[in-house]
Nanobody, 121 residues
Framework: QVPLVESGGGLVQAGGSLRLSCAASGRTFSTFTKAWFRQPPGKEREFVARVSPNGETVRVADSVKGRFTVSRDNAKKTIYLQMNSLKPDDTAVYYC??????????????WGQGTQVTVSS
């Protein structure tokens, strides 16, 4: 697999903020769509946000639109998920992925190990 290393998860109170990072290889960063997915306990993995290989296009799921933002740092070959106004429903394992331009998990070939985000009420 293409190395993808996530970090930044943790415990935060509702209304708080958290920023997740995903460090990718140069090949992954420049070649593939980079995306964030999440998987709440007992639920299927769902799309959160993605950025195109060239960084020109971003897409955010309706469920987090206005609260979450995707960005990237070319020098660090890292993508970020800025999570604001967090809700308990945002509690999930968050995964970084690389693959095709899609909101469907199966279209992504490479995955990080995941990082836990827990939002308390």
């Amino acid at each position: 697999q293409v190395p993808l290393v996530e970090s930044g998860g943790g415990l935060v109170q509702a209304g708080g903020s958290l920023r997740l990072s995903c460090a990718a290889s140069g090949r992954t960063f420049s070649t593939f769509t980079k995306a964030w997915f999440r998987q709440p306990p007992g639920k299927e993995r769902e799309f959160v946000a993605r950025v195109s290989p060239n960084g020109e296009t971003v897409r955010v799921a309706d469920s987090v639109k206005g609260r979450f933002t995707v960005s990237r740092d070319n020098a660090k070959k890292t993508i970020y998920l800025q999570m604001n106004s967090l809700k308990p429903d945002d509690t999930a394992v968050y995964y970084c992925a690389a693959g095709s331009w899609s909101s469907v998990a199966k279209e992504y070939n490479y995955w990080g190990q995941g990082t836990q985000v827990t939002v308390s009420s």
